[in-house]
């Protein structure tokens, strides 16, 4: 035991929300992870029990309908443990993702035990580094088998390409690291993905272990082996589908994020609720205040119910031929925000979350979801404390020319992830009145309607943050 | 039919070798790949027939041991066909090699099967375009529902880098590529590397399709996946294991070829024939001026046997966790070669011919094979006008230090293919005398012995191809 806490204080996390874990459907066979916080041996399993759940039996009345999403599997999630360990499923390429206080360095080992052959290369970037790099180094070195060598990138959404790519590559073959070498990824979404698809071209392929250290990197980025950098012409375009060895995910490591990185990672979490999770976008409107106030029980709770709706998507379509799009809500319009831009200027959460309001306006636009829905949608992003509105340059023009290489396009088809039906459903479609779009993107960017959302925003409060921070 | 050919020439290929053909096992099940020459739609499969063959059942005088290499099938080559289809089995991405003489642009729109989407991207390089592009991008758009765009790429390893590789991200992006796209690569070695690279990355992954028009590139790099670029620090460090739609291997390209590039690939073939396919060796050892002299027949029947052997070795062993890095027999040596001189110096069959020269040093030093097997090695590459020796000025250092970055070390072990056993046999392997090693580079670079084997050949023959081209 350390002084920065270690497996006696997992224990502290048990037990937080049994009222919502009793909401789940009763008596019904889910599912579940066990764990393994007091066995000896921690390996991460998954075996189907009976969870018998307390009250009430019934549809609460919160829910807007049926939990439907994509067609897979549901289950409780387990509020007796500590560290909570989640599964990938990809077969023999099935991995664990383990959730808990402290446990980057604790005694388990947990990091070091997924390192293969004698050298790791941890990739991380200025900001983290003075933070948590000498306790990641520690815990692979400290039985003295495995070399360590360490590469600094500069922090931003703007180096994540290939010039910058090229430093990792560089550094492992300046260090002769072989392909049993292990590359760590102890960073936010940028880094995990360089270092995802530099271990995926480094001698066509070494392992990887993911470390992400913020919400957005926790709840989404870190799972699913989505790897790859920017290209000016658009978001993600170089890249590859490459699964790490494992995903590390210290809660604690959320005290020292800013608060602007904090709430771009709640627009994640507030897309599982849209596009499949119901619960756990009333959740997020019940209890967003304690994400923003940091709650370590709170957050635990999201990036565990996060995790666990990714792990399941991406385990049916691992390669995005299907339901793993609905992942993309709010993104082809995020996307086109980050590129038009300037990669960097907004962070990539931010950007996301006006999508959704955007890719919700469309939707009521089009029938297919209420005004109260799209309205709950708004207020959520904007308690959220995320933008509500593209930056004010940006043109419909500019909107489509980059939306146009979403990777979504299929022969010139921009397909959308939209809301349609209650709470929690969604489609991913190229049929939709492209007239709805126009009228979308036109009332956004102010280029055909009086009066935009927009200026009706900065016209109440010009100190808003979304008329103060994102003019430039 | 058009005027390069087409249909009807095909038949010409009937009933080469017949001879070769008669030795292998006879009345044996094997695995045959069916012509489907004269249907309407050629669609390549495989199916288990019994094969009686007319003379010998024993095993020929010539052959100085079992074919044994990895455990993998073996089947006779059929003499009966024109146009040939091997298939790479890869399960559910299984894909066929088809070999035949102006099948770019046949009627049976071979190639346009292949393309997905409604784009198409041939990527090839200044060398090559103004020889085969017109006709593969009319192949392409014959139908007229391909919409086809280019890249040409300079011409030359030295040009196998991440910035030449962005050239074609670039045009793909600026041509508002989508995920259904396919990328054609019209080319050697380098040009099918980078393009398979390309498509990998190229939003997380598009089909592709190699077009091949060199030996190297048709008896092997096009087939079985390894793609990438060199780096200043080692050869292919970047890259993926990703495999074509098809492979469509036009033997009448082989006439544009210049001798170099010719003997190059032949270095190749040679290998086939040391790690597993003793037949083959002999057959090189009986016939390898009518390669020299470009007598179709023959080199049909290199290409489809050494295809043949390339997909049964990796169709067994995707990843290279094991028998696919004996197709790297002289390989650690010859990109150390490459890499020290400068890439595109010496061509890649180059480097490897000599590199395989000096594995079979080595492998007679250590007592692995005998003297008698090592001077016909040796004694092949000479004749196949291969460069006998590394560059001068190669220092033992250089050799090492290069080596030790090789894709195949293992925690810092050097692992390599070495002969050992009769002709035809090999092992991967890090167990070896060391100073085997230091012998064989000793002898080859010069600097611990008075004379070197360069030193004898130079001493010998001035005006020697291996001292007058690759002293610069």
Not at 5 to 20: A, C, M, Q, V, W
Not at 186 to 196: A, K, P, Q, R, S
Not at 426 to 455: K, N
Request: charged content about 25%; proline content about 4%; some cysteine.
């Amino acid at each position: 035991m350390n002084g920065r806490g270690g497996y006696r204080e997992l224990i502290k996390l048990t037990s937080f929300y049994p009222d919502l874990a009793s909401r789940s459907r009763s008596a019904t066979t889910q599912t579940h992870t066990m764990s393994c916080l007091l066995r000896s041996t921690c390996v991460a399993r998954r075996t189907t029990v009976t969870t018998t759940a307390t009250t009430p039996a019934t549809t609460p009345n919160w829910a807007h309908g049926p939990i439907r999403g994509p067609p897979l599997a549901r289950r409780a999630l387990s509020t007796t443990r500590a560290m909570q360990i989640e599964t990938v499923d990809f077969g023999e390429r099935s991995y664990p993702i383990y959730i808990g206080q402290n446990i980057l360095d604790d005694d388990q080992s947990l990091l070091r035990k997924h390192i293969t052959g004698k050298t790791a290369l941890i990739v991380t970037n200025e900001t983290i580094a003075p933070l948590y790099l000498e306790r990641c180094k520690s815990a692979i070195e400290a039985d003295g088998t495995i070399k360590v060598e360490v590469v600094k990138l500069p922090d931003g959404e703007q180096y994540k390409t290939v010039d910058v790519l090229s430093m990792i590559w560089d550094k492992a073959l300046e260090c002769r690291m072989d392909r049993r070498t292990t590359f760590v990824a102890l960073g936010g979404g940028v880094v995990g993905d360089m270092t995802g698809f530099a271990a995926a071209s480094y001698q066509r392929g070494v392992n990887f272990v993911q470390v992400p250290t913020t919400v957005m990197a926790q709840v989404d980025s870190s799972v699913g082996g989505k790897t790859g950098v920017n290209h000016p012409l658009g978001k993600n375009m170089i890249g590859a589908f490459y699964q790490p060895q494992c995903v590390l995910i210290d809660t604690d490591s959320l005290n020292s994020l800013p608060d602007r990185e904090l709430a771009s990672g709640i627009s994640e979490i507030i897309k599982y609720g849209l596009i499949r999770d119901a619960e756990l976008f009333v959740w997020l409107e019940e209890n967003i205040d304690r994400l923003l106030e940091r709650d370590p029980k709170a957050f635990t709770y999201a990036i565990q119910r996060s995790c666990w709706n990714k792990a399941e998507v991406v385990a049916a379509d691992e390669k995005e031929g299907g339901v793993r799009a609905t992942l993309n809500l709010g993104h082809t319009f995020g996307h086109a925000i980050e590129a038009a831009s300037g990669y960097g200027t907004w962070l990539h959460g931010e950007a996301v979350g006006t999508g959704i309001i955007m890719a919700s306006d469309m939707s009521r636009r089009l029938g297919w979801i209420t005004e109260e829905l799209d309205q709950r949608v708004q207020d959520l992003i904007r308690r959220s404390r995320l933008p509500v509105v593209p930056p004010k340059e940006m043109t419909v023009d500019e909107f489509k020319s980059y939306m146009a290489v979403d990777k979504k396009v299929q022969d010139g088809t921009i397909r959308l992830i939209l809301l349609k039906g209650a709470l929690g459903e969604c489609v991913i479609t190229g049929e939709y009145d492209p007239q709805a779009l126009e009228d979308t993107l036109a009332h956004f960017c102010g280029s055909a309607v009086g009066r935009t959302m927009q200026d009706e925003v900065c016209a109440e409060d010009p100190s808003a943050d979304e008329c103060r921070v994102y003019e430039d």
